[in-house]
């Protein structure tokens, strides 16, 4: 499976943007890429994936770039509740039963 | 409607004991997932059930760890003969998939805490 790399740690104020990076250099053509996020004590949530295109949703927006060997996950106005570990990860479009290789990710703080 | 749910949600068990954690997927999900996670880690892949069937367990990391879906909704995660090294947070997720395709959505349970003195 094709890796990515995220930065360990990043810091918001509450009520700016955030972009979260991360590489995957390895990223083959049919790979979706995923992020999902994990609050404290709790388990892992989808947030947002794309395949070649931006993609906007409800809780973020996924900018990819245009050789897709880098992805922004962009939170446009971070909260306190937005205080997670973020991870991307990488699918297959042919997935071997579908599970998430998951990574390090990054841990978002946010202050008030 | 009810999300997934995992019982028990704090288990604490001596070395060598047998422990069984359950999970209940979202009701009408045919994927189901096991991962771990240790403290700081993220979450690591044990099994992944497509209906009653074990598809992939390539992630169970020894002979001690089995799962069981009966009825292709509920399953169980056995572990045999616990270790200290054993004791991690166990979560289960479930998704919607027949096929476990890429862009399908997991849905995870807050997990089991297993603690092996």
């Known amino acids: 499976d094709a890796k990515t790399t995220q930065p360990n740690s990043m810091e918001s104020n509450e009520e700016e943007p955030v972009h979260l990076p991360c590489n995957h250099s390895t990223i083959s053509g049919t790979d979706y890429i995923h992020w999902y996020r994990q609050l404290p004590s709790q388990g892992p949530e989808y947030v947002i994936h794309g395949l070649t295109s931006n993609v906007n949703n409800r809780m973020a927006s996924l900018a990819i770039a245009e050789d897709r060997k880098s992805s922004t996950l962009i939170l446009h106005r971070a909260t306190l509740r937005d205080a997670a570990v973020y991870y991307c990860i990488l699918r297959a479009l042919y997935n071997q039963g579908g599970k998430l290789i998951f990574g390090q990710g990054t841990e978002l703080s946010v202050k008030p | 409607g009810a999300g997934v749910s995992q019982t028990p949600s704090n288990k604490v068990t001596e070395k060598g004991k047998y422990v069984e954690l359950r999970c209940d997927p979202i009701?009408?999900?045919?994927?189901l997932y096991w991962y771990r996670q240790s403290l700081g880690q993220g979450p690591e892949f044990l099994i992944y059930?497509?209906?009653?069937?074990?598809?992939?367990d390539s992630g169970l990391p020894n002979d001690r760890f089995f799962a069981v879906r009966p009825e292709g909704s509920v399953s169980t995660l056995k572990i045999q003969r616990t270790e200290r090294g054993d004791s991690a947070v166990y979560l289960c997720?479930?998704?919607?998939?027949?096929?476990?395709?890429?862009?399908?959505?997991?849905?995870f349970g807050p997990g089991t805490r297993l603690t092996v003195l």
């Open positions: 059930f497509q209906g009653t069937g074990a598809a992939d």
């Open positions: 997720a479930s998704s919607l998939s027949v096929q476990g395709g890429s862009t399908d959505t997991q849905y």
């Open positions: 009701s009408g999900h045919t994927a």
